[in-house]
């Protein structure tokens, strides 16, 4: 059993395009956001009701279905490369969302901080699924055969070692600018550092596959397809996308 395991993941390691994809997945993941800090500024500074901010919870959800449909629709034919890229600048874009939110913009044009923080949740949300969706689609198409859970298992360590760094670096950022329960002077710092640092990940795209990675990944017969991954996990990732 132990052998198998070795196996399996030297197989996994020799494969540069996976290796690349791992490494794209754990920065991604590890790029620091406000969300903890921004929803205490939501509930003391702002006052919102808790009832507000479980809509807020199902607005999210809802959006993130949004994204993935988004996805499907107009970016599945995109290279993982262009998908990602174009996911970071939208993302990156749709950051500065809270920042006009903590700064009072959205007063000065007459936008109420209900539907601003509201438009903010659907649009983080939506962003992160047009990030989320490409990487996992391209990790079940790459995987060895036989190898999809050590895969799979190995990329979800990646993900919560990198939210583990994400929310430490978060919370070192919240303190070093003196943020707390009661100051919230220096929030739109905060919250420009983290949406600045999510074109970190850009900068790894170029080591992702382009347009005919999976044509590369064909090697049995011309006209063959790439078979879809056989673990339920990566099945319905598959099936999803």
Known sequence: MFRQLREAALKVYRDR???????????????????????????????????????????????GLAGLQFYKRFMIGLSTRTALRISILVSTLLGFVPLMLVTGFNQKIGI???????????????????????????VAILCPEGSEGIVYAGFMSLSNSGSALSSYTAAVLTEWLGITRTNYDNMYALVLLCTLTNLIPYVFTSFLPDASFARRKVKNAKGVTPSPPTSPAMSAVHAQV
Request: charged share 15%; no cysteine.
């Open 112 to 138: 109420p901080d209900a539907y601003f923080a509201l438009g903010d949740d659907v649009f983080e949300s939506f962003a992160g699924y047009l990030s989320l969706i490409p990487m996992q689609r391209t």
């Open 17 to 63: 395009t996976l290796r690349n994809m791992a490494l794209y997945y754990f920065v991604f993941s590890a790029t620091p956001n406000s969300g903890t800090a921004f929803t205490y500024y939501l509930i003391n500074e702002k006052k919102f009701s808790k009832s507000f901010m479980a809509i807020i919870s199902v607005v999210s959800v809802l959006s």
